[in-house]
């Protein structure tokens, strides 16, 4: 077969409705989750130097 050669399938329709979307439930972020995107966007976040501290902060 030559590089330019034409190929024809069929594809049956419930294959290409399958196809057509991701396979998973695509959401939006809620309120909460845009604000705090934002905030690290704005490298507003808090910052923590060693992880130790940043567990000591979470309380684990």
Do not use: C, W, Y
Not at 11 to 22: G, L, N, S, V
Not at 26 to 40: D, F, G, K, Q, T
């Amino acid at each position: 077969m030559s590089a330019d050669d034409i190929v024809q399938a069929r594809i049956d329709p419930e294959t290409k409705r399958r196809a057509a979307a991701p396979p998973f439930e695509a959401r939006a972020p809620n309120a909460e989750s845009v604000e705090v995107m934002n905030e690290l966007a704005e490298r507003k976040g808090e910052r923590f130097d060693t992880g130790e501290s940043l567990f000591e902060d979470l309380g684990l």
